[in-house]
């Protein structure tokens, strides 16, 4: 769903859909919320008005609930590559607000990812469990130079146990490899490592773990658990009562944990027929994109999973997702999101695409003009000469102009209706086309 900020898109088309997927038996679903107080006010009446007021969570600092992201994906098989993976999509939150779009920013991505994975491996075969504290003393711990191999201060610190523990415990032919390269990568390789590489690729894994270690995130996500992503298949509505907009990076890597883990969750059931649908709901949703949102919506619905986005515009989405595959990562996750509701647009960007969407046809155009007659007696008499012509060419069946102007946004003046377009992919409307103009009221209901 687009619209710019004016009133009229949460009130109408967002309440509507809204309404309809809660009223659905057995739904769960989680919920972003993106306006502080204001948010969890409105789901609150949408659950009392369908009966399910108690299958409502929230979690927040204010709330008892807490989840803790590792051990979750320890209980899921606890692979390397899968915890790993979490850290580091959960950590794209956080680079949502980075202006750095250089070309290399993707050399140091994988090369933090890298450092990480090898922590994860060398931590979790010594002591059967991954958390963020130990895997940033792991790293804080690690040899700069060969030199300290044989210091006592290295050899008794933590980095070097958990290397001696991982080498004792047995391991299957897979997990040995995976081991020995994580033990060379510690040994060989970040040793002799140019210093400045060696430190940017550090900071960039440990500032990730940071946030993991600190504050309300590790109170939140990684202390003990009492709700998991599992709840949602039976009914419950968790509602991530964090906004971005007051609580920052803080607000992004919680919702980033959260979004992710259910994500991944909801691709890993088995649905059949009579499933009730997982819904995952997110309001400014260019504060919490990640590259898995697009992986997620191209299988969600053969698990009765779905999605809801809401956003101003799309260029939201190009800053969130910067970086050299940026762009792409937006396209696929545009491509995915086969329903977009189209209120009020206040950029041209999105209007063009929008207007792209649609699609052409075929557009026949008229014209003529007329000329003196000739001599004074044809032109006393009124005569004149006339020429007409016609012609056809493909244009935008919507005009831009059309998702920019003349929409109404709602309020008294508007007699409480929002205007919008819907353009679906792949299954047209009655009409056979691919977009239908519709109308929201304020008070309730589609028109």
């Known amino acids: 769903i687009y619209g710019m900020t004016v009133p009229g898109k949460t009130s109408s088309s967002w309440r509507v859909l809204a309404e309809a997927l809660v009223r659905r038996p057995g739904s769960g ?40 992201f590792l051990d979750f994906e320890m209980s899921q098989g606890g692979e390397t590559r899968n915890l790993t993976k979490c850290i580091t999509v959960i950590g794209e939150t956080l680079r949502s607000a980075d202006t750095d779009k250089r070309e290399a920013a993707d050399f140091w991505q994988r090369e933090t990812e890298r450092m990480i994975f090898n922590a994860v491996e060398v931590v979790k075969r010594a002591t059967g469990r991954v958390t963020a504290p130990d895997l940033h003393r792991f790293l804080v711990g690690a040899a700069t130079h060969p030199s300290q191999f044989t210091s006592e201060e290295w050899l008794a610190g933590f980095h070097n146990q958990c290397l001696k523990a991982a080498w004792g415990r047995a391991k299957s032919p897979v997990e040995q490899h995976d081991f020995d390269l994580a033990k060379e990568y510690f040994l060989g390789e ?18 990730l773990l940071h946030v993991f270690n600190v504050g309300t995130v590790r109170e939140l996500a990684s202390t003990t658990t009492n709700v998991r992503p599992d709840d949602l298949f039976r009914g419950r509505w968790l509602l991530i009562d964090m906004p971005v907009s007051r609580y920052g990076d803080v607000g992004a890597f919680v919702i980033g944990g959260w979004k992710y883990l259910v994500q991944r969750a909801i691709l890993a059931r088995v649905a059949s027929a009579d499933t009730p649908p997982v819904v995952v709901w997110c309001d400014e949703a260019q504060t919490a994109v990640t590259s898995f949102d697009a992986h997620f919506l191209a299988q969600c619905r053969s698990h009765h999973g779905c999605m809801v986005m809401l956003s101003q515009s799309l260029p939201g989405y190009y800053a969130a997702l910067g970086g050299q595959n940026g762009k792409q990562y937006v396209d696929a996750l545009q491509a995915s999101l086969t329903t977009k509701v189209f209120h009020a647009l206040g950029d041209l960007e999105t209007a063009n695409w929008a207007s792209g969407l649609v699609g052409r046809s075929l557009t026949t155009f008229t014209g003529g003009s007329s000329s003196p007659s000739d001599g004074a007696y044809q032109t006393l008499l009124g005569g004149s000469q006339f020429s007409s012509n016609f012609s ?56």
């Open 29 to 68: 679903g989680l919920i972003v919320a993106a306006k502080p107080g204001e948010d969890r006010a409105m789901w609150q009446k949408i659950f009392r008005d369908a009966g399910r007021a108690d299958d409502l969570l929230i979690f927040s600092p204010e709330h008892h609930l807490r989840f803790n």
């Open 190 to 207: 970040l040793p002799n490592m140019a210093d400045k590489t060696r430190s940017s690729i550090m900071v960039g894994a440990l500032g």
């Open 392 to 447: 056809e060419a493909y244009e935008n069946t919507l005009q831009t102009n059309d998702f920019m102007h003349g929409l109404r946004t709602g309020g008294p003046r508007n007699g409480f209706v929002c205007d919008c377009f819907v353009i679906r992919s792949g299954q047209p409307f009655a009409s056979g086309n691919n977009w239908l103009a519709t109308s929201f009221s304020q008070k309730g209901g589609a028109s």
